[in-house]
RNA sequence: GGAGAGGUGGCCGAGCGGCUGAAGGCACUCGCCUGCUAAGCGAGUAGGGGGAUUAAACCCUCUCGUGGGUUCGAAUCCCACCCUCUCCGCCA
């Protein structure tokens, strides 16, 4: 949620702002629930200010015996109460327009953002390693699944429908060996604290991060409940200090978690409907930051190579992208994408997303902080960034490091998170 | 799922329908004191919203889990829901 007073004070900028974005905004519309809204609350609290008054006054002279006096206030006082009650209804209903009006306004890019209308005008800031060059006729991480015996897209099918995978033998263990590999690296060298969070979720917190009211469409709800799968673990890891105040000291806190993630994908179909690129499941390790607003956009930048080293100690080419203005998601205010390179698809593609969402998150999550010396709580920053999305280096591990025998070679250290198997070879 | 106990400020904890936005403690900040540290002494420290102001000081209002109700007036009484703890049952 942005700051209601700065929308107000600086109406133009937002509006230029959020249309960079290609969202069009109603704000005269907003700006006029709220003056409504102001207008019922003046009205509102110097009615109740009467009653304060005259309620204490009733008090003194009951206080005195003065039972006939009281009554007779008493009996004004009941109509005011009975306008206060009125009232009461009018304001909870513009005021819960007036909030459902901030949620919906996306979060203001930072002014190094590129503008932008779709992924080509993303800006690339840093490429590593180099695409492989094959020299023999290589397969994509289909085919090398089911010539491994490592994937079965089939059965997966047949137990839940399409889009989802049904991992085997070394296959899975490659999946969970990639898990334990994030998480020692970013626990033990990265300073990350380990968490395991439910993988549901109901409404506030998901509120929280941004994902409703907005984009109920992309998640799955559990029946009869007001849980939702969780679609990564920013929802349930960045909602863990919701509602709180923390210590200056405290900062920056760090998190990293494992969790698999659960998403529709509607409107998505056609994209990617062949193996494991798009799922309605997949796994991932999450790193998710609450720090100070001074340094948060420092801390993007450590995020982004805690998750870019990962890439780098398997070995595997990456570039890194700013999304432009009309790419970046919701609550963003800046996101760098970690794109790995694809043989089969001749591309990068994305495998991290890290962003700063600035307050946007905690205004919404009501996260604050409190400053050493000094007053007030301030609302804290949030970031978060895969790292990495499973599934898709599995992929990158099986199409970039596929042998002319149909073997895959093992990153060299993920060997001792597979058992000491340094190759994956057909059956 | 059943029975009981409980949810109060950054934390702990007291609280008769009106003088309680809330005792007391802890923590923190500032000052004093001490050669330093610890201790001690004194003062201060909740949040949201609406208004005034160049800004702050200031004024009003709401907030004691959440939402309703009773009442002139609710942390306090009533109802519903949520959450936590203890015991029982069931279960990975």
């Given at each position: 949620m942005i700051d209601p007073r700065f929308l107000q004070e600086n109406l133009e900028f937002v509006k230029k702002k959020t249309s960079e974005r290609g969202v069009e905004i109603d704000f005269e519309d907003i700006t006029r629930i709220n003056e409504e809204r102001k207008r019922i609350i003046r009205m509102v609290e110097k009615l109740e200010h009467q009653r304060n008054i005259g309620s204490k006054k009733v008090g003194e002279l009951k206080r005195q015996g003065n039972d006939e006096e009281a009554e007779k206030l008493q009996a004004g006082l009941r109509d005011i109460s009975e306008k206060i009650k009125e009232l009461d209804t009018k304001r909870a209903q513009v005021e819960e327009e007036s909030k459902s009006n901030l949620l919906n306004i996306p979060n203001i890019p930072d002014e190094t953002v590129p503008v932008g209308q779709?992924?080509?005008e993303n800006v690339e800031v840093k490429s590593w390693g180099n695409p492989r060059k094959f020299n023999f006729k290589f397969k994509d991480h289909i085919e090398i699944g089911k010539s491994l015996d490592i994937l079965d897209l089939e059965r997966a099918a047949k137990i839940a429908g399409s889009r989802f995978a049904l991992y085997k033998g070394q296959g899975a263990r490659i999946d969970r060996a990639l898990i334990n590999f994030m998480i020692d690296v970013h626990t033990t060298e990265h300073g990350y604290t380990e968490v395991l969070p439910p993988f549901m979720a109901h409404r506030e917190s998901f509120i929280g991060t941004g994902n409703l009211p907005k984009f109920e469409h992309e998640l799955f709800r559990v029946a009869e409940t007001d849980m939702y799968l969780i679609p990564t673990a920013e929802v349930p890891v960045t909602n863990i200090h919701r509602e709180e105040t923390l210590s200056e000291?405290?900062?920056?806190k760090k998190y990293v978690a494992y969790t698999p993630c659960f998403r529709k994908e509607a409107g998505s179909y056609g994209k990617d409907v062949h193996g494991i690129m798009r799922q309605h499941q997949f796994n991932k390790v999450e790193l998710v930051k609450f720090v100070t607003p001074e340094n948060s956009y420092d801390e993007l930048e450590t995020l982004t190579n805690d998750a870019a080293r990962i890439l780098e100690l398997l070995k595997i080419p990456y570039r890194v992208v700013v999304l432009c203005t009309g790419e970046?998601?919701?609550?963003?205010a800046k996101t760098y994408d970690l794109e790995v390179w694809v043989p089969s698809e001749n591309r990068y593609r994305e495998i991290s997303s890290c962003s700063n969402f600035e307050d946007f998150q905690a205004r919404r999550a009501n996260i604050r902080y409190r400053k050493k010396n000094s007053g007030k709580p301030k609302y804290v920053h949030t970031l978060n960034g895969s790292g990495l999305a499973i599934g898709r280096t599995v992929i990158a591990i099986l199409e970039n490091f596929q042998s002319p025998d149909g073997s895959v070679t093992i990153p060299e250290v993920l060997v001792s998170y597979m058992g000491g198997e340094e190759r994956i070879s057909p059956p």
């Open positions: 779709d992924d080509s000291g405290d900062l920056p970046m998601g919701f609550s963003s």
